[in-house]
């Protein structure tokens, strides 16, 4: 069975840590390494038909923005490495998505960078890491 990382990333420092970290284990274990953009998005909204259409039309800009600004960098850079490697960009909630895409595409560690957060909203509203913890059916390395 052929090892595949997902590195999930949000344009911080923590989150290039965890590239780094899934890189040196992609190398050391020849993984396929996936570099996945989650864009905070609800699927819920009560609109009139222009308003849908106007939210579809965003959605999709937003979708080839961040590829082109944030995933598309990354994966030229590491594929000039010569890894073998793939960029991912959805939107929805973070935790979930990743969790899906794990799913979908046959992940065996998900690697992850740890956000600081307050310690209110820490406990309030948890974090990426310890829900995918909790729900995903393989590792998931947090990477401070």
């Not at 935790?95 to 899906?100: C, M, P, R, S």
Request: glycine content about 6%; hydrophobic content about 40%.
């Amino acid at each position: 069975m052929s090892s595949v990382l997902m590195v999930g990333i949000d344009c911080s420092e923590c989150a290039d840590r965890a590239i780094a970290y899934a890189v040196d284990h992609a190398k050391s274990s020849n993984a396929k390494l996936l570099i996945a953009h989650i864009i905070e998005w609800s699927p819920f909204s009560f609109s009139t038909v222009e308003e849908n259409f106007e939210r579809h039309k965003r959605r999709e800009e937003e979708l080839k923005r961040a590829h082109s600004e944030v995933i598309d960098p990354v994966v030229n850079r590491l594929q000039a490495e010569g890894l073998d490697v793939e960029g991912l960009v959805r939107h929805g909630n973070v935790a979930d998505t990743l969790h899906e895409l794990a799913v979908e595409n046959g992940v065996t560690n998900i690697v992850l960078g740890r956000q600081g957060k307050s310690k209110l909203k820490k406990h309030v509203f948890g974090s990426v890491g310890s829900h995918l913890v909790q729900a995903a059916e393989c590792p998931v390395t947090v990477v401070p």
